[in-house]
Nanobody, 122 residues
Framework: QARLVESGGDLVQPGGSLRLSCAAS????????IGWFRQAPGKEREGVAC????????DYSDSAKGRFTISRDNAKNTVYLQMNSLKPEDTGVYYC???????????????WGQGTQVTVSS
């Protein structure tokens, strides 16, 4: 059964860092784009970053550029999201999902994980 599992969410102070992991089981990530999305309470899910696992080509939202880095380890069948200089507005549940497009639109994605909570607060 194909599934994605996110991990690494935590409570962190503003300015801090976190690394999220998206591990796949039941299928190889090597044929997909993997996207990271976040959803804050009362807000729509928004795309943060995505990566083509075959060649490492990535795209970022404006809010993530310069602070977040998406990467993949195909041998571990895992995609990471390194988040630096975190801000309170980065708070939310972070999800990963698969697509055949390099896209930050959640409508282009399937196989959603269960999410991991990131809270940025002092």
């Amino acid at each position: 059964q194909a599934r994605l599992v996110e991990s690494g969410g935590d409570l962190v102070q503003p300015g801090g860092s976190l690394r999220l992991s998206c591990a796949a089981s039941g299928f190889s990530l090597g044929y997909f784009t993997i996207g990271w999305f976040r959803q804050a309470p009362g807000k729509e899910r928004e795309g943060v970053a995505c990566i083509r696992t075959q060649n490492g080509v990535a795209d970022y939202s404006d809010s993530a550029k310069g602070r977040f880095t998406i990467s993949r380890d195909n041998a571990k069948n895992t995609v990471y999201l390194q988040m630096n200089s975190l801000k309170p507005e980065d708070t939310g549940v972070y999800y990963c999902a698969t697509s055949h497009l390099l896209s930050l639109d959640s409508a282009d994605y399937t196989n959603w994980g269960q999410g991991t909570q990131v809270t940025v607060s002092s």
